[in-house]
């Protein structure tokens, strides 16, 4: 943590995420890629933060470091003050089950368990008693609107509807942080928007922090801060509250 407090002595234990100085490089036979060059970034406990960059710019490596589904090459990434590059197996896989929810496009639910047995199932892993996992779940599937879908599987369920049990089981560990990985990219207008506005309320109530990898506006709209990724650097950060985002442009992009 020292060298994190020497390059911003004014950060805290209000910060749910830090990286700092994280490099990430692939080799593919002579050529070496680097898809991180040095990112440096904190998020504050609670926000809720969009990860915005075009294919290539190292957004995409960036998020699985914070998620601890791949270790940079240099770096350190720490989630509530560990730091989660240096854990051996058995410790990360503790920590992305107890301090972090994970998001995906595709929904990744499991096709022949209920909406309740899904969102049961981290909290399972987590030893979490079978009466209290089961309670839990079914307090945070009436949160998501899905109170009288608990005993359906996917298969019974639309799209929309199966997002839901994604996000309800990505808060069931009362995590610190959620990773939404492109949440809204397969669904349709009316439905990504209904998603983002559940996100966002989980978001307020429960005042997890919130990353968001994404290219929809409508999420933007939501965030508190973006965080533009290019050439593999953080190119900047910007408030939500200074941007102009309207459907199809963002003021500002120009930078």
């Not at 089981?169 to 990504?192: C, M, Q, S, Y």
Request: aromatic share 6%.
């Amino acid at each position: 943590m020292s060298l994190l407090r020497q390059l911003n002595p004014d950060l805290t234990v209000e910060n749910t995420v830090m990286v700092v100085n994280v490099k990430k490089q692939y080799v593919m036979g002579d050529t070496t890629i680097h898809a991180l060059r040095g990112v440096t970034m904190a998020v504050k406990r609670g926000t809720y933060i969009s990860i915005l960059g075009p294919s290539g710019s190292g957004k995409s490596t960036l998020f699985n470091m914070i998620g601890g589904l791949d270790r940079p090459t240099s770096g350190e990434v720490f989630i509530d003050e560990v730091d989660i590059a240096q854990l051996d197996p058995y410790e990360l896989a503790w920590m992305r089950c107890r301090k972090i929810g994970y998001i995906f496009q595709s929904y990744n639910i499991l096709p022949t368990l209920t909406a309740l047995e899904n969102v049961m199932l981290p909290m399972i892993f987590a030893d979490v008693p079978q009466e209290e996992a089961q309670d839990r779940a079914k307090e945070i599937l009436d949160t998501v609107e899905l109170g009288n879908r608990v005993f359906h599987t996917p298969a019974e369920m639309s799209g929309g509807q199966q997002q839901r049990v994604a996000i309800a089981r990505a808060f069931a560990n009362r995590p610190a942080i959620v990773l939404a990985d492109e949440p809204t990219a397969n669904l349709d207008l009316k439905t990504g928007k209904q998603i983002i506005g559940i996100l966002r309320d989980m978001n307020l109530r429960f005042g997890v922090t919130v990353i968001s990898a994404t290219h929809d506006h409508k999420m933007l709209d939501v965030s508190d801060q973006i965080a533009w990724v290019a050439d593999g650097q953080i190119d900047r950060i910007e408030e939500r509250k200074d941007l102009n985002i309207k459907v199809g442009t963002i003021a500002g992009d120009e930078h």
